[in-house]
């Protein structure tokens, strides 16, 4: 049954939006039917995704911090050129930032979608759940735009060692 559970969160979270109105009646029926299980289902990603928010945003600050800005400042005390890594310096900061507000405004929803009562309001229940699948998108979208900016960062620092 909790397998059951899983596959039918696992479906909604991938399959494209459908509005409140195009919901079937069997829809309705499983999610009313399975919403403790759901409910529960939902509060172990949300705590799996604390722990991953947590982990990224340590993670994008010690690249900042310890690795791209000083570079850069390394390099502009030299007299270096570095226009490209300070252009990669300012869009990785501000997809840090980015990424940081998008993760919470998603959190917020899940914990909307969370306290929707699933048993008697299930369509709005899955109303909710579509909007925050987008917003998860969203994040995971930022984190991947992130990574490449960190990889971009990386191509730099090649370049400019093969000139040195």
């Given at each position: 049954?909790?397998?059951?559970?899983?596959?039918?969160?696992?479906?909604?979270?991938?399959?494209?939006?459908?509005?409140?109105?195009?919901?079937?009646?069997?829809?309705?029926?499983?999610?009313?039917?399975?919403?403790?299980?759901?409910?529960?289902?939902?509060?172990?990603?949300?705590?799996?995704?604390?722990?991953?928010?947590?982990?990224?945003?340590?993670?994008?600050?010690?690249?900042?911090?310890?690795?791209?800005?000083?570079?850069?400042?390394?390099?502009?005390?030299?007299?270096?050129?570095?226009?490209?890594?300070?252009?990669?310096?300012?869009?990785?900061?501000?997809?840090?930032?980015?990424?940081?507000?998008?993760?919470?405004?998603?959190?917020?929803?899940?914990?909307?979608?969370?306290?929707?009562?699933?048993?008697?309001?299930?369509?709005?229940?899955?109303?909710?759940?579509?909007?925050?699948?987008e917003?998860?998108?969203?994040?995971?979208?930022?984190?991947?735009?992130?990574?490449?900016?960190?990889?971009?960062?990386?191509?730099?620092?090649?370049?400019?060692?093969?000139?040195l």
């Amino acid at each position: 049954m909790k397998k059951t559970v899983a596959v039918f969160i696992s479906m909604l979270l991938t399959f494209a939006p459908i509005s409140v109105q195009a919901i079937s009646e069997s829809k309705k029926e499983t999610i009313s039917k399975n919403c403790s299980t759901i409910v529960e289902n939902l509060k172990e990603l949300q705590r799996e995704d604390s722990k991953t928010r947590v982990y990224l945003g340590r993670y994008y600050e010690v690249l900042q911090s310890r690795f791209i800005t000083p570079l850069n400042v390394r390099l502009s005390e030299n007299t270096l050129s570095n226009d490209s890594f300070v252009k990669n310096q300012n869009d990785f900061s501000k997809g840090r930032n980015n990424f940081m507000i998008d993760f919470i405004e998603y959190q917020k929803e899940l914990e909307r979608l969370i306290s929707t009562d699933c048993k008697n309001r299930p369509a709005e229940f899955y109303d909710i759940l579509v909007k925050t699948r987008e917003l998860r998108k969203i994040v995971e979208s930022d984190a991947k735009y992130i990574k490449g900016l960190a990889n971009e960062h990386l191509e730099l620092v090649k370049k400019i060692g093969e000139k040195l």
